[in-house]
């Protein structure tokens, strides 16, 4: 019997011997998917060669030395031989470590072919792990009845030796308390276990990437079932807007109502803003934003400039300019529809909206008429804001019976698809003069950014998804606060602070990481981002002032040297604070909130499929 150093030796010098052989032999390395087809086919001759590549005698070290350097011709069958061991797999591995004296393969025997840098990898045993729910209970289970049947035998035992029934039943009632004790002490130690388990003090493979699993399946299944808009329902939707619309100016151009030269006019055309016209919408295709660009008289032009001291951050007011000065031909103009501010004549937004509003009401019964077999069509206005047309199906025309709302917001035109539009009443409150300032619409602007965004992002970008997330996780938490910061919410996280981050967001890093699966990653980053942005209380426009807009994106001059705008400057400190912390939570619960604010009385009506989608679904099985 040889002694350990000798044994010893002989594994190393074998060792050696196969590595030498197994590199000697290895030819030019073919492509990764050549490799990866010889192996496999490789794997599968040795599997079957194994059993008679280990049935023969194992060398010595002097032979096994010797032949190394003698026959080198030899090294090839010496290679395939040893690379048929590991191709038993872990399994072989295991039990020639299990039940061959602690013995490990050779080094040149892990790849299939040697490596002369040392051993590969060995893949362990699948193990399948112990249920915990399962465990614990079996465990509690045995432990009792092991004690049960010691007390049982204890107490014949004690019945035996004792001399009468007093002393036996005594005897037992003294052991009932040990067994009590030990049941009460195992279901405690069951309870702490399975509680330490479950907070995670226990190693759990794979926890993490189950937990991030099931978030994203919540997400994917919220968007899917709640806010996903259906393109084609949408498709339909625009299209019967856009006619409905395109008949009421019409008709208000046909029907001369256009006073004269020193009134306000429609310019013919409209223009269609929002979300439902940049693919992000959500829920449903029932609300839509047109803007109506309207016409100053030919010898007026529009000055606009910022309204410092007198109005919010971001207003505007808009000075008017005379081509040829101000004559008493001006006046009944300025009369209507200016107000006097620091001396001079500027346009009121206010006493616009008025006209506007009465000048579509008139022109709404020619365009009754003509629509009167597709919908019916009304026109509603609150003060302060612009007028909403309502929009209600009467046949089938009408894809998906969906009625619609659809707010007219008359526009100032100044060149470069900028338009100057009314403030909201809530932002221009406290505002010493509320009626002069006007907000500045750059959505043509954003429309065009979004276009080469998706021009430059990979082709499943993610980034218009993750805007709709954020909106519907918006909405649910809504529905859980109470007023007056249920309003504040919905201010501070308008859509257009979200565009705003989702856009400052995009621009920071390679387009590359918005892929569909990086989903979760992103959405995490521009909750953080906006997280940041209410505690540092700053975001600025993207638009105004902003000098790191790509060059493809050609701004206007008046939109490069507009002073930057601070969007959340309106809003004071606790309150961005608590938005903030109301934002993390609701990330971090988003599962929760989605169950939780899932039951049908928080959905909308999902419309119906219109007939021609209908006929299409029938005659699919006909095909």
């Not at 001399?163 to 195992?186: H, M, Y």
């Not at 978030?215 to 329902?233: C, D, I, N, T, W």
């Not at 006097?340 to 009121?348: C, K, M, N, V």
């Not at 490069?560 to 705008?565: F, M, S, Y």
């Amino acid at each position: 019997m040889d002694s350990p150093a000798a044994g010893q030796a002989c594994k190393t010098s074998l060792r050696k011997n196969v590595q030498r052989g197994a590199c000697d032999t290895t030819p030019p390395s073919p492509p990764v998917g050549v490799q990866k087809l010889a192996a496999s086919r490789q794997n599968t001759l040795q599997d079957a060669d194994a059993p008679a590549a280990d049935a023969g005698p194992r060398p010595s070290e002097e032979e096994a030395g010797s032949g190394a350097e003698r026959r080198p011709g030899q090294a090839g069958r010496g290679g395939r031989g040893a690379a048929a061991r590991p191709a038993l797999g872990a399994a072989g591995a295991a039990e020639e470590g299990a039940g061959g004296g602690g013995r490990s393969p050779p080094a040149g025997l892990g790849g299939g072919g040697g490596s002369p840098r040392g051993p590969s990898p060995r893949r362990a045993l699948p193990v399948s792990p112990l249920r915990v729910r399962g465990f614990w209970p079996l465990l509690t289970a045995l432990c009792t009845a092991l004690l049960c049947l010691y007390q049982a035998l204890r107490g014949s035992a004690a019945g035996e030796g004792a001399g009468g029934p007093e002393d036996a039943a005594a005897e037992a009632a003294g052991s009932g308390v040990p067994l009590l004790k030990g049941s009460a002490l195992l279901l405690l130690g069951c309870l702490l276990a399975r509680c330490y388990g479950a907070a995670g003090g226990g190693p759990r493979r794979g926890g993490a990437r189950c937990a991030a699993g099931a978030r994203r399946g919540a997400l994917e299944r919220f968007h899917a079932r709640q806010l996903r808009v259906s393109p084609h329902v949408l498709g339909h939707s625009k299209a019967h807007v856009g006619r409905v619309v395109a008949e009421l100016v019409r008709a208000a151009k046909a029907q001369g109502l256009q006073p004269g030269p020193l009134a306000l006019s429609l310019r013919g055309d409209f223009v269609r803003i929002g979300s439902a016209y940049e693919q992000h919408k959500v829920r449903s295709p029932d609300c839509f934003d047109i803007l109506v660009p309207l016409r100053l008289p030919p010898h007026l032009e529009p000055q606009p400039r910022c309204a410092d001291g007198l109005g919010p951050c971001g207003a505007f007011v808009c000075g008017l300019r005379a081509r040829d000065g101000w004559t008493r031909r001006c006046r009944p103009f300025a009369e209507g529809f200016c107000v006097e501010l620091q001396g001079r004549s500027h346009l009121s937004s206010g006493l616009v909206l008025r006209w506007f509003q009465g000048h579509l009401q008139r022109c709404l019964g020619a365009v009754r008429y003509r629509l009167q077999e597709r919908c019916r069509i009304s026109l509603s206005a609150c003060p302060g804001q612009p007028p909403t047309l309502h929009i209600l199906p009467c046949s089938d025309y009408v894809c998906c019976h969906i009625s619609m709302a659809v707010r007219l917001i008359p526009a100032i035109p100044l060149g470069d698809a900028l338009y100057l539009t009314a403030l909201p009443p809530e932002a221009s409150h406290g505002s010493p003069a509320p009626e002069a300032l006007w907000g500045l619409n750059a959505s043509r602007q954003e429309q065009r950014l979004l276009g080469w965004l998706k021009e430059q992002a990979p082709a499943a970008s993610c980034h218009l998804k993750c805007l709709q997330i954020l909106k519907g996780l918006r909405d649910l938490r809504g529905h859980g606060l109470e007023e007056p910061f249920c309003s504040q919410w919905g201010r501070v996280l308008s859509s257009y602070v979200l565009k705003t981050a989702l856009f400052s967001l995009l621009l920071q890093g390679p387009l590359e990481a918005w892929d569909e699966q990086f989903l979760v990653e992103r959405l995490e980053d521009l909750v953080l981002y906006l997280r940041d942005c209410l505690r540092k209380q700053v975001l600025m426009d993207f638009f105004l002032g902003n000098t790191s807009i790509p060059e493809a994106v050609a701004l206007p001059r008046f939109l490069k040297e507009a002073a930057p705008v601070n969007l959340l400057s309106a809003f004071d400190g606790p309150t961005l604070d608590l938005v903030a912390f109301q934002l993390i939570s609701t990330w971090v619960q988003a599962p929760h909130i989605i169950r939780m604010y899932s039951s049908p009385r928080y959905w909308r009506p999902v419309p119906a499929l219109c007939r021609h989608s209908a006929e299409a679904k029938r005659e699919l099985p006909g095909e």
